[in-house]
């Protein structure tokens, strides 16, 4: 059986305050038959998780966040802690997002840093990997993913790894309006958890949910949720659009 479904909707450098509470209010609106059969996690700018909070709480929606540092504390200017975080209402945090990695050279080593720290404190973490155009032409997918899982998730315990979400994005299908077939992303989703099992055993692997991030549409939400190890969708552009983010939720229940 397949776990339950997680869609994640990452706004990344987008939305006010305001925009942030009117689309939630609107989200709010036309979601109260789906909250029970799917995880929804919306992750807004820094500056609105407080206010995002505010108009969710108690409504079994989730605010996440695009960032934290891996330190309690300290003289680290621009940066933000996971207490910062729990305090203004965020229980998931993104990382190791493609633009983290790519723009601001992120590693997996951080990585790893970060997870632990957000694991030590009570955040959900979402880790996210993946291979560029130019990996997948060079039939380096396997090695590019096995590499950033290893790293990513060094040290974690199978316990620590079974409340750990990982999204699974092609770098060459964000943001480019390309998008990865069916199959393309079923043979990378089995594949991440082919790494999983022999890292954290069978059982783990099965347990853990995987979400395809690239390009997600409302056209081909429902096509790519349905394989067999595609456990939802972390959402870039068309989470921006309440009636867009509805209409991909809806595909991870049909």
């Known amino acids: 059986m397949k776990p339950k479904p997680i869609i994640g909707g990452n706004w990344k450098m987008h939305k006010t305050v305001q925009e942030s509470r009117m689309f939630l209010d609107e989200l709010l609106k036309n979601i109260k038959d789906m909250q029970d059969k799917v995880d929804i996690v919306v992750i807004p ?13 108690g409504k079994r929606i989730n605010i996440g966040a695009q960032n934290m540092y891996f330190e ?3 003289a680290f200017t621009g940066e933000i802690s996971a207490d910062m975080l729990l305090d203004a209402g965020a229980t998931y945090v993104l990382l190791g997002h493609s633009e983290r990695r790519k723009i601001f050279g992120e590693s997996s080593e951080l990585v790893a840093k970060k997870l632990n720290q957000a694991l030590k404190k009570g955040l959900k973490p979402i880790v996210c990997i993946g291979e560029t155009r ?4 060079k039939g380096q997918m396997e090695a590019i993913l096995k590499d950033q899982l290893a790293g990513s998730l060094k040290g974690l315990t199978k316990e620590e790894m079974a409340k750990t979400v990982i999204a699974y994005e092609p770098v060459w299908a964000i943001g480019t309006g390309l998008t990865a077939t069916p199959a393309q992303a079923q043979e990378a989703h ?3 958890r082919k790494i999983l099992a022999s890292i954290f055993g069978d059982a783990i692997a099965q347990e853990v949910r995987i979400q395809y991030g690239g390009s997600i549409k ?11 190890d595609i456990n939802g969708g972390l959402v870039g552009g068309a989470s921006l659009e309440v009636k867009s983010f509805i209409d991909i939720i809806k595909g991870a229940l049909a």
């Open 72 to 74: 309690d504390k300290g």
């Open 218 to 228: 409302p056209e081909n939400a429902k096509d790519l949720f349905s394989q067999p």
């Open 134 to 137: 130019e990996d997948r032409e």
């Open 45 to 57: 700018a820094f500056t609105a998780i407080n206010a995002a909070f505010n108009v969710v709480k």
């Open 190 to 192: 089995k594949y991440v």
